[in-house]
């Protein structure tokens, strides 16, 4: 709970007029339809007895209140909709635009663009019923008890009695449906939707080779999975919400006849009037639609946290990338520590997931070591890589670069400093040269030439009518995936980093094809500090040291011999 009150928070910080503007002019039509059935009720029985006994009843005055009422009913539920939807949109815009800053600089970085899209828009739309569902309802409920509260003590102690235990169960109510929320379901529905909009996207961008190959029935068939699975699961939490309305219209129709019950019995020993206790009973007719409001979003509640909580993560990786960033230097020769890369007490978690996948990680590297993450598949490999490289932030602990925290670093004179080999290095729809520059943009013909030598390339490419100005299809059509890793490798060749990061760069590779672009790189990379994904003995036997990584904590070893 304290993270929705955290966006809570900062939903009133951003524009506090609107905030409660929107909740006065919300309690505008449920005070209206509260006295609008009192009144109409109260002014409806004293006209029939009046007419019947013939006294005299001023009808003007109840008259007016009545359409004042349903004037006021109306134009507040417009203006409800209007301004507490505008209080919303006001805020979440904002927030959609801090978001979309950060995504967009994930995707350039390699995020699936598919999932960015997801959290974007399906995060966004969830977050709009904090206010509207939860803060506005809630309030709206308060406010109407304590009214009803204070009105039922001056007017019967038994009537007023009555309803504290009712609006006591409904409150009870609500704390049930807060706490028995169903956080499972939640994630299942999280992951099915996130599962339907990746497949969807891998779909549509695939559909040419899936239906080439025959795998266009059996994608669509992944894609309405996972449809079914949300609808699934969306259909526990649909089954849940409907059985505590109907628990809570239930109270309301109990409610409504012990009221009666008191109102005929105070009438009958001439304590209320039979105007008044019409009247009361009608009031009470309208309390489950008002009461029973904040159950929807309490229900959803889990869903909501699931996305404050990405929501809010985001935006303090934005705060510690932007917060302290500085102009760092290629070399800091003043500060004393000696490690090219510390890692100290990292832990990181994937949004939705249930365990962390890494946890108090404390490892470093020396100028000119060669350090190898080896460890089962899923265990968090990668994700060292991609933290190494700020592709992804540490929840807690430190990445330090050359003896400052990676987060201080700017763009420019990190990217001068790491370079990650990928297992898939991305060729684009350009010439050879085009490439190839995107590691050096200021590199001459002559050290295009003299980096595709040393990746073994320079003959392949020579034999091109157009040399280096041949143009290469999308993902390196063309050539073969052999060659797309040594073309990446004649990349880092036109830099001279101080770390290199290799995700399980060799994979996919025959032997000698793997043994001979790793050969060629370690001999190129001189006294850089290398990072190596590895899980081939070929890669961990070139290794200086290995960690280890197995189940939380880590655990760090030197590689024998």
């Given at each position: 709970m304290s993270l929705v009150w955290q966006f809570v928070v900062s939903q009133y910080k951003h524009?506090?007029?609107?905030?409660?503007?929107?909740?006065?002019?919300?309690?505008?039509?449920?005070?209206?339809?509260?006295?609008?059935?009192g009144v109409s009720g109260w002014f409806i029985t004293a006209a029939a007895i009046a007419g019947l006994s013939g006294v005299f009843l001023n009808i003007f005055v109840p008259s007016a209140i009545i359409r004042a009422l349903a004037i006021a009913r109306t134009a507040g539920r417009y203006g409800e909709r209007v301004l507490t939807h505008d209080a919303t949109f006001r805020f979440l815009t904002d927030l959609r635009n801090r978001l979309f800053a950060v995504y967009a600089d994930r995707g350039a970085k390699g995020g699936r663009s598919a999932l960015l899209l997801n959290r974007l828009t399906v995060d966004i739309t969830t977050?709009?019923?904090?206010?509207?569902?939860?803060?506005?309802?809630?309030?709206?409920?308060?406010?109407?008890?304590?009214a009803l509260l204070a009105i039922w003590m001056s007017i019967s102690v038994p009537l007023s009695l009555m309803g504290f235990f009712f609006l006591a169960v409904w409150a009870a109510l609500f704390w049930f449906a807060y706490a028995g929320a169903d956080r499972k379901t939640?994630?299942?529905?999280?992951?099915?939707?996130?599962?339907?909009?990746?497949?969807?996207?891998?779909?549509?961008a695939g559909r040419r080779d899936l239906a080439i190959y025959g795998g266009l029935e059996g994608a669509a068939d992944r894609v309405l999975a996972a449809d079914r699975k949300l609808a699934?699961?969306?259909?526990?939490?649909?089954?849940?919400?409907?059985?505590?309305?109907?628990?809570?219209?239930?109270?309301?129709?109990?409610?409504?006849?012990?009221?009666?019950?008191?109102?005929?019995?105070?009438?009958?020993?001439?304590?209320?009037?039979?105007?008044?206790?019409?009247?009361?009973?009608?009031?009470?007719?309208?309390?489950?639609e008002i009461l029973g409001q904040p159950?929807?979003?309490?229900?959803?509640?889990?869903?909501?946290?699931?996305?404050?909580?990405?929501?809010?993560?985001?935006?303090?990786?934005?705060s510690r990338e932007q917060g302290g960033a500085?102009?760092?230097?290629?070399?800091?020769?003043?500060?004393?520590?000696?490690?090219?890369?510390?890692?100290?007490?990292?832990?990181?978690?994937?949004?939705g997931a249930k365990r962390k996948v890494l946890e108090n990680l404390s490892m470093q590297i020396e100028p000119g070591e060669v350090v190898a993450i080896a460890g089962r598949s899923g265990c968090g490999k990668s994700t060292v890589a991609a933290l190494a490289s700020r592709l992804r932030v540490s929840d807690e602990g430190q990445v330090i670069l050359k003896g400052r925290e990676l987060a201080l670093w700017d763009e420019q004179?990190?990217?001068?400093?790491v370079t990650v080999l990928s297992q898939r290095p991305y060729i684009f729809n350009d010439t050879v040269a085009a490439n190839l520059r995107i590691a050096n943009a200021e590199a001459g013909d002559s050290e295009l030439w003299s980096?595709?030598?040393?990746?073994?390339?320079?003959?392949r490419i020579s034999k091109k009518r157009n040399g280096l100005q041949t143009v290469l299809g999308e993902g390196g059509l063309g050539l073969s995936g052999g060659e797309c890793r040594r073309l990446a490798l004649a990349r880092a060749f036109l830099t001279r980093q101080d770390l290199f990061i290799l995700d399980e760069m060799t994979e996919g590779l025959d032997a000698q094809t793997a043994s001979d672009v790793l050969a060629r790189f370690l001999e190129f990379r001189g006294g850089a500090a290398v990072l190596m994904i590895a899980h081939k003995k070929l890669e961990l036997d070139a290794a200086d040291r290995v960690v280890q990584l197995q189940e939380m904590p880590a655990r760090q070893y030197a590689h024998p011999g």
């Open positions: 524009d506090r007029l609107h905030f409660w503007l929107g909740i006065l002019v919300a309690l505008l039509p449920a005070a209206a339809g509260v006295l609008l059935l977050l709009d019923s904090v206010y509207l569902r939860l803060v506005v309802p809630l309030v709206l409920a308060i406010l109407v008890a304590v939640a994630r299942r529905v999280d992951a099915a939707s996130d599962a339907m909009r990746l497949r969807a996207a891998d779909l549509a699934q699961a969306e259909d526990i939490e649909e089954r849940r919400a409907d059985r505590l309305n109907g628990i809570s219209l239930f109270v309301g129709q109990s409610f409504l006849a012990m009221t009666l019950f008191i109102c005929v019995w105070s009438t009958s020993t001439g304590v209320l009037s039979v105007p008044l206790a019409t009247g009361l009973v009608l009031v009470v007719m309208a309390l489950p159950l929807l979003g309490l229900v959803r509640l889990p869903r909501t946290v699931l996305a404050i909580r990405r929501s809010l993560a985001t935006e303090a990786d934005r500085t102009s760092v230097g290629e070399h800091d020769a003043s500060d004393p520590d000696k490690a090219v890369l510390r890692f100290v007490g990292v832990s990181f978690h994937y949004p004179h990190l990217r001068r400093s980096a595709l030598e040393k990746a073994a390339l320079a003959d």
